[in-house]
């Protein structure tokens, strides 16, 4: 039963937000303390320090993601020594794969308009950050991956089974000083392919313009604004368009077989989700904050994805169907989502 200290509880905890609140009202109606830009100002103030909590638990996330992924490479590595005849480095590519289904997702061209439509300007902000931070952070941590993945089997090849036992006397040292070296050369070739990569410099670019722009309050100029404006508005239709293209150009939907289809789309829909909702609850994410961060976590397969899987020759039939088939079920899925959520949080 209810009782009368626990409604003062309840009321201790809520006066302070409507203490807020009041002020807010007030300030605005009653003292004429802000104009309408000032609290434009401040309500964008509000949606970076909220966007600052959802970026957190996005990596939070993938994290977990991580961690989980390292723990069945692990396993699958002992089972593989048990058994001496496993293959290690097949454990670590599918792990680079399953992070790649279970982490990255299109929110820039599907999740800016939906989430959009749904909960208004400012979850498309938070989705638009998520995804600077997709181009400027883990798309260049996946190319380091793949290039040191691919470095670790050209020494496999040229140094066979030394690369995976211990180092012993002069033999050893030199295949250590051999593999150390091969850290240059990888680096350099990720350096040449982000510089290449007209996303992450134009990233890069926004943000630190953005960063000067609010530092001294500077304007874009008309011009060039107009032109941004543009390009932004046929950004999303051309993505979409293009990815018709990519859908259209493949012989079949599905090339991985039924199996690896159900598996990247339980990583895509089920488990990067829950990685999400693990993440956003460690930050005290609630209400419309936590739907948003849960809905972009079941966003399609990233198309980046696929560009990089087949670059390195890595099951890029998986990623190319878990592209066609997340698009296509994406729409009843997070309308799906959109709906649950809203019932039980």
Request: hydrophobic share 55%; glycine share 8%.
């Amino acid at each position: 039963m209810i009782g009368w200290g626990d409604v003062y509880r309840v009321a201790a905890a809520m006066a302070p937000l409507y203490f807020a609140l009041g002020l807010g009202y007030g300030s605005v109606r009653w003292w004429k303390l802000f104009t309408a830009d000032h609290c434009d100002a401040v309500n964008r103030l509000v949606v970076f320090a909220a966007g600052y909590r959802v970026l957190a638990a996005d990596a939070v996330a993938k994290l977990i993601v991580v961690l989980a992924l390292a723990g069945c490479a692990a396993v699958r590595r002992a089972k593989a020594a048990t058994r001496r005849g496993g293959s290690a480095p097949s454990s670590y590519s599918w792990c680079i794969t399953g992070f790649s289904l279970a982490a990255l997702n299109n929110a820039l061209l599907v999740g800016v308009p939906l989430l959009d439509a749904m909960y208004g300007k400012w979850a498309r902000d938070i989705i638009v950050q998520l995804s600077v931070l997709q181009a400027v952070v883990w798309f260049p941590l996946m190319l380091i991956v793949f290039e040191a993945r691919q470095a670790w089997l050209e020494a496999v090849v040229w140094f066979g089974s030394d690369v995976e036992r211990p180092a012993q006397g002069e033999n050893g040292r030199k295949t250590v000083a051999t593999g150390c070296a091969f850290w240059a050369p990888l680096l350099r070739a990720v350096g040449v392919k982000l510089a290449r990569n007209p996303n992450v410099y134009a990233s890069l670019l926004g943000v630190a313009w953005s960063s000067v722009a609010n530092r001294w309050h500077l304007k874009m100029p008309t011009i060039i604004d107009g032109s941004i404006a543009i390009m932004s508005k046929t950004g999303i239709g051309m993505g979409m368009f293009s990815m018709g293209m990519f859908i259209g150009l493949q012989d079949k939907f599905i090339v991985c077989g039924l199996g690896l289809t159900a598996l990247s789309l339980v990583l895509r829909f089920i488990v990067a989700p829950a990685a999400t909702v693990a993440g956003a609850l460690i930050l005290g994410l609630r209400g419309d904050l936590l739907r948003v961060t849960v809905l972009q976590a079941a966003l399609p397969q990233s198309v980046a994805t696929f560009v990089f899987s087949r670059e390195y020759d890595m099951h890029a039939g998986v990623l190319s169907t878990a592209i066609i088939v997340s698009t296509l079920a994406s729409l009843p899925v997070l309308t799906a989502y959109y709906l649950v959520l809203g019932l039980v949080i």
